[in-house]
């Protein structure tokens, strides 16, 4: 479990920098998958910047407590962080985008940060030679 919950911190820490490469440079395009339209033009379009450098932020907080060891406070991180995608996904209703981006994207996104969020949060210490245990028995 512990090999998974790493592939998928690093992955959850990847992704934010990806797309949110996409929107510092391509605005636009990147702003099609996230479910309002349409999007802000001429200078309204500076908002593709703040989404992008607010994930690129994100990913590298999660990226950098990780790479540190520091699974829990990862964990922590990313339990507030889900808070994000929870706001995404209720924009898009609020802005009559469709149900099937606002929880297939953005909805799902919540849930497998709080899923890696709860497997961080469980796991115990491991010191040299013992293997790792649930917190909870």
Known sequence: MRRFTTV????????PLTFGSQYLFDGASAA???GIDPWPTGTAAGYFAVKGIRDIALGLVVLALF???QRRATGVV???VAIVPIVDM????????PAATALGVHGLTAAV???DAFLLLREREVTT????????S
């Open 8 to 15: 998928l911190t690093v992955l959850l820490g990847v992704f």
């Open 32 to 34: 099609a998958n996230f």
């Open 67 to 69: 790479a540190l060891r």
């Open 78 to 80: 990313l339990a507030i």
């Open 90 to 97: 209720i924009t898009v209703f609020s802005h009559g985008g």
């Open 113 to 115: 940060i709080l899923v």
């Open 129 to 136: 030679g013992e293997t790792l245990q649930p917190a909870h």
